[in-house]
């Protein structure tokens, strides 16, 4: 009954290494969201898709690249993980029902960086 | 700019006593959206509660309930006869995107502890 997946739970890379994590949904939201959580922090939006349309943070690094191959699915590349990015990544999905928008979040993915 | 501040870092409070977690807001915009989030230690951040600018009706669920109060931008929550299982991160979070796709913008989370 899970409704946004991520995989794997957990991801051990290293520096350097390009990693992908991934994030699907069976809500068929129009909105996907990658958040990076750092120890003892707030989530930090990265970027979002509406439908296919991609909506970079001004801040996130370029480092972070993502895509959305099709409603259901959303993936987070990093391209050179470096230690500072070690951390746990949200994915969050939305409708966009005015007045109704509420993110669902994923149970996230910890990225250890070696 | 929008911004939520949730002045209490950590909380600690023995079973059955009641706790309010803080939660203060600032925005430009009319309407705009407020959430609540629990965060166990598992990391999931679990939804709670929206409450839309324009419906400032309190609301309870169980022993959960929130003051939403627009003359202070306070959107409070409290927790009746807290349970060990309250344990957790409680972030507050605004989004200004009514139709939209905007982020979220989060407190920096209460962390609460329920001792036995």
Redesign the interface.
């Known amino acids: 009954d899970a409704m946004v997946i991520q995989n794997p739970r957990y991801q051990v890379t290293q520096f350097g290494k390009p990693v992908t994590l991934s994030c699907s949904q069976t809500l068929n939201h129009?909105?996907m969201?990658w958040?990076q959580q750092k120890s003892s922090?707030?989530?930090k939006?990265l970027f979002?898709y509406?439908d296919k349309d991609f909506?970079n943070?001004a801040d996130t690094p370029d480092n972070f690249q993502s895509r959305r191959p099709n409603t259901s699915f959303c993936f987070l590349d990093i391209r050179s993980p470096g230690l500072g990015d070690a951390a746990?990544y949200?994915c969050?999905t939305?409708p966009?029902i005015?007045?109704q928008?509420?993110?669902?979040?994923?149970?996230?993915t910890?990225l250890l960086v070696l | 700019a929008q911004k939520v501040t949730q002045a209490q870092t950590e909380i600690s409070v023995v079973e059955k006593e009641d706790v309010t977690l803080d939660c203060v807001y600032e925005t430009r915009d009319t309407t705009y959206y407020l959430f609540w989030y629990k965060q166990p230690p598992s990391g999931e951040l679990v939804f709670l509660i929206r409450r839309n600018s324009f419906d400032e009706q309190n609301e309870i669920s169980g022993r959960y309930s929130w003051n939403f109060q627009k003359s202070t931008s306070s959107f409070n929550f409290t927790i009746t006869a807290s349970q060990v299982v309250d344990s957790a991160v409680y972030f507050c979070a605004l989004s200004e995107a009514p139709g939209g796709a905007d982020g979220l913008t989060f407190g920096k989370g209460t962390h609460l502890i329920i001792q036995p």
């Open positions: 129009n909105v969201y958040y922090q707030a989530p939006l979002h509406y909506n943070e746990m949200l969050a939305s966009v005015l007045h928008e509420t993110q669902y979040f994923g149970p996230g910890r």
